[in-house]
């Protein structure tokens, strides 16, 4: 589906569809589920989750829309875009001191220590899944 809407784009507008398509699908990398992550429909998991206002994937990639971000299905705040909304979903675990889940811990793990450059005293190393995907990268 992202590669159909960025066909049908315009070039100036590639950048930012490829900023939202890496966030939305990094799970996907390793091999984690996106509707955990960033989806269109309620969340399935108690965790913190960023739901699109998008009605499918096409426009969620091509147009800027509000998300909502929802943990166990409350919703704990709005956001402008996409970007916002999975930044909010990300800070949800700290503000709330949750533990990362199982199925999400890759992925999460990426966006903090990786993206953000968050680290804590005492951290675990990273996982090899983390270290094999930084290594791709370079």
Known sequence: MYLKAREESLSED????????????L?????????????LEEPGTPYPTTQLTHTDWKSAFKRRGPSVVKTDGFELCRAS????GVIAAFCA???FN??????????LTFVQRCILKISEEGDKPLST??????????
């Open 129 to 138: 899944t983390v270290t094999r995907i930084l290594n791709q990268l370079h």
């Open 27 to 39: 799970p996907v990398i390793f091999k984690e589920k996106v509707e955990h992550h960033v989806t």
């Open 81 to 84: 875009d996409l970007e916002e």
């Open 14 to 25: 590639l950048p930012a569809m490829d900023f939202k398509a890496g966030l939305v699908l």
């Open 98 to 107: 949750v533990a990362y889940p199982p199925n999400r811990k890759n992925t």
């Open 93 to 95: 675990y700290f503000v």
